[in-house]
C-alpha cells in the first residue's frame, strides 16, 4: 500500500475514534470542522435530525476574509458561527475536531467561538495547558562557561606548581 493510502486510512481512524463519542442533538449541536490549506469550515449538526443547524465558513466574497488559512480567520469563523448559534437560542456544543489535533487554526475557532458564547471547550484547562508551556520555554539556557585567558590559566597552573614544590621542599 503506497504512502498516500496509509495517510488516509489513518486519517480515518482518527476521525472515527474521535467522533464516536460524540452526538449532536437539538439542545447541543456537534460543532464539526473542516480544514482546508486555504480554508476552514465549521457548522453546527442536529445528528437527531439530520440537520445542520447553523455554518460559516472563510470561504466567499461574503467572509470578508482576505485570508482564510491562518489563526485570525478561523477566530472570525468561530465568532460568526457562535453569533448565528446564539440567534437560533443555542448555547453549547460538542467539539467535533475530526481527523485534526487540537492547535493552531482548530483551537483558535474553538476558543473564539467560547469566547463568544457558544461554550464548546474548557478555556481554563486551555490557559493551564499554555501557562505550564510557557516556563518550559522560557527556561534559560545552560551556562556557558566563563572563557578563560589561557595565559591567566597557565600563570594559575605554574602559581600551584611552584607551591608544591614549596611544600615538598619544606617535608
Known sequence: MDAQKLKAKRSERRRHRVRKALYGTPQMPRLSVFRSSLHIYAQL??????????AATSAGKASG????GNKNAAAE???R???KAKAKGI???AFDRGQYRFHGRIEALAVAATQAGLVCTDLESLKKKHEAKAPAEAAPEKAAKPKVDKAEAKAKADAAKKEKAEKAEKK
Open 81 to 83: 458561527l457562535a453569533e
Open 91 to 93: 448555547s453549547k456544543a
Open 77 to 79: 469563523v468561530g465568532k
Open 45 to 54: 449538526i442536529d445528528d437527531l435530525n439530520g440537520v445542520t443547524v447553523a
Open 65 to 68: 476574509l482576505k485570508h482564510g
